[in-house]
T-cell receptor
């Protein structure tokens, strides 16, 4: 079946550095991608999304890049702060054949070192 | 504006029992989706309800069921609990069917432990 995966399960980052979290997806027909952040003891929180007709979208300190050629998605966090420590999930919305379901990746834990 | 509210937050059951979890979506949201989160399987989609109708269903056995009421509140039920059902059950709401919007607002979850 189609799936969304991540390359790195844990990412340690020095405070102030930039973070890059990667995600691979397998359904070339997926048209919508989302990044979520989950802090300990809380539910996932929407960070940023991107539609398949775009290759880059910027938010506050975050940028999502989409490379449809290699089916790769990344989340860049600028000037990482201690509050950015969390697990980050990418999610892919499948096409109609896939029931338009959101499929989540396994998650990457980001640890920010002071 | 209140967020998504899930009750209970924590519960312990034994094998063979059944459990009902409740979710109150954000006011005005008509779609409620349920997810199971475990360390081994990650976030897995259970089902989505929109305007009291099940719109989508994940690959879970029939022991997992749900419903949505006219006020958009939703419940999910797991019957004949198994040890492997121990998980964090997350509810998420969205304004429209998430098939169209994709942006979900999650609650803090109900952590179920099956002994």
């Amino acid at each position: 079946g189609e799936s969304v995966g991540l390359h790195l399960p844990t990412l340690s980052v020095q405070e102030g550095d930039n973070s890059i979290i990667n995600c691979a997806y397998s359904n070339s027909a997926s048209d919508y991608f989302i990044w979520y952040k989950q802090e300990s003891g809380k539910g996932p929180q929407f960070i940023i999304d991107i539609r398949s007709n775009m290759d880059k979208r910027q938010g506050q300190r975050v940028t999502v890049l989409l490379n449809k050629t290699v089916k790769h998605l990344s989340l860049q966090i600028a000037a990482t702060q201690p509050g950015d420590s969390a697990v980050y999930f990418c999610a892919e919305k499948g096409d109609k054949a896939a029931g338009n379901k959101l499929t989540f990746g396994g998650g990457t834990r980001v640890l920010v070192k002071p | 504006k209140a967020g998504v509210t899930q009750t209970p937050r924590y519960l312990i059951k034994t094998r063979g029992q059944q459990v009902t979890l409740s979710c109150s979506p954000i006011s005005g949201h008509r779609s409620v989706s349920w997810y199971q989160q475990t360390p081994g399987q990650g976030l897995q989609f259970l089902f989505e309800y929109f305007s009291e109708t099940q719109r989508n269903k994940g690959n879970f056995p029939g022991r997992f069921s749900g419903r949505q009421f006219s006020n958009s509140r939703s419940e999910m039920n797991v019957s004949t609990l198994e040890l492997g059902d121990s998980a964090l059950y997350l509810c998420a709401s969205s304004l429209g069917s998430y098939a169209n919007t994709g942006e979900l607002f999650f609650g803090e979850g109900s952590r179920l432990t099956v002994l």
